[in-house]
Each structure stands twice: as structure tokens, then as C-alpha cells.
């Protein structure tokens, strides 16, 4: 109630200051000046709420692209330290070869490694920022994997961005310098390996699995018609 009788309250404050403008400047009537001062007040107060209203969706926006909404270590509200590696949803496997493959384009997740950067964006302006890796596009021509493009949240837009990675001059793991960023990157990548299906069964079949254990009717069925399958009885 007292939000409504103060937006009233400066409604009609506004159109009597701009009543009062229009009349002094263009020397109309009283009258005349009253009506075309309330479409721009309307106008104002509109454009004023529109506003406000995008102010409000960027700050949210931002809100939800910061670490804490999508990195598991960062629900605390708090940016990752340099060098501080997040449990990652899926194993790494890094005991397996590359699975072969050509093709450009491609795209991993990260498994939220924090590093340091100097970059240099496209107009050649150097920065300094502390990155928190989320994706990484690269190409692939058989088991070479070629880094492309970062997707990462970077401290410094407060924002999630998308860095070249023949523009990262130079890269800090902790204290120490990333001499090889290739490398770097893939190690930290979950890029297709051989033999990674036969590791840990997904959620799917652990959950089929569950169900069939639960339920032994199922199995004899599925055992049934695999049979009827195979033309024997």
C-alpha cells in the first residue's frame, strides 16, 4: 500500500514538474502543456522500469555464472585459490591412450583446475587474470589432440569468457610456470580414452542393474526374449 501511494506521489510530482517545464519553455497554456506532459512522464517512468529491470537481470546473471554456481568445490561462495583442483564429477583416466579420431571442432570439460594467465585479446592489450577452466575445444587428427579455444569464469570480468589459447602468453599453476600449456590443458581435459567404457558403469546401467536385481522377473524375461532372439527355446 505505501509502495503504490509512493509511486503515485511522484507520478503526479513529475508531470507537475514537467507541466511546469513545457509551459515555461514553449509559453502553451497551462492546459495544453498538462496534456503533453503526461505521455512523457508515462514515458519516462516506463523507460525507468525497464531499465531497472535489466540491471536487476545482469546482476542475477552474473550471480549464477560465478564459480560457485557450477564448479562442486566453490558452493562455499568463495573463488578457488590459484593451483586448487575441484573433485571432478567423472574419473580422469589418464592411464589410457587417446582415442583416435580426426576431426575439428570438438569440445571437452575441465575439471575446474584454477591457473594464472597473461593474455592478450584481440587488440593486442595485455592483462593479467586467474582463469577457473571449464571447457576445452580443440581439434584432433588421430591421437594429436591440438588445444583451440578455453572456456573458463575469469576473475577479472567476474564473468564466464572464452579465451584463444595462442593468445595465453604465459600460464601460472600455483607459483610455477606452465611450460608446456598444451599439454596442461589435456592433462585436465576429459578427452575420449581408450577403454574408459569398461572403468566405473555409468548411472544408467547401475541403475538398470539396481532394478533388475530388485525385481527377478525382469531378468527371467529379458532372459526369455534374448533367447526367443537367438531361435532356441
Not at 593479467?128 to 594429436?144: A, E, F, H, P, V
Request: net charge positive.
Amino acid at each position: 500500500m505505501m509502495g503504490c501511494l509512493g509511486a503515485l506521489v511522484l507520478f503526479f510530482a513529475l508531470w507537475f514538474a514537467a507541466t511546469s517545464f513545457i509551459q515555461a519553455v514553449s509559453g502553451l497554456s497551462q492546459d495544453v502543456a498538462t496534456l503533453l506532459a503526461a505521455p512523457v512522464v508515462i514515458a519516462a517512468l516506463v523507460m525507468t522500469g525497464i531499465v531497472t529491470a535489466r540491471i536487476r537481470y545482469r546482476r542475477q546473471h552474473r550471480r549464477n555464472l560465478s564459480p560457485a554456481s557450477f564448479f562442486p568445490s566453490s558452493a562455499k561462495g568463495r573463488f578457488p585459490p590459484v593451483g586448487e583442483r575441484t573433485t571432478p564429477l567423472i574419473p580422469l583416466r589418464h592411464d589410457q591412450p587417446i582415442k583416435p579420431r580426426t576431426g575439428e571442432g570438438f569440445s571437452s570439460q575441465m575439471d575446474a583446475t584454477s591457473i594464472r594467465i597473461v593474455y592478450t585479446d584481440r587488440i593486442g592489450t595485455k592483462t593479467k587474470r586467474t582463469i577457473t577452466l571449464n571447457q576445452l575445444r580443440y581439434d584432433q587428427y588421430g591421437c594429436s589432440v591440438i588445444p583451440t579455444h578455453v572456456e573458463a569464469y575469469c576473475s577479472l570480468r567476474q564473468d564466464r569468457r572464452t579465451f584463444f589459447v595462442k593468445s595465453i602468453d604465459k600460464a601460472f599453476d600455483g607459483q610455477t610456470e606452465i611450460s608446456d600449456l598444451h599439454s596442461f590443458l589435456i592433462q585436465h581435459a576429459r578427452i575420449p580414452r581408450e577403454g574408459a567404457g569398461s572403468g566405473t558403469p555409468s548411472r544408467t546401467r547401475a541403475k538398470l542393474n539396481k532394478v533388475l536385481l530388485d525385481d527377478p522377473r525382469i531378468m527371467v524375461f529379458c532372459l526369455l526374449d534374448r533367447t526367443a532372439m537367438h531361435g532356441t527355446v
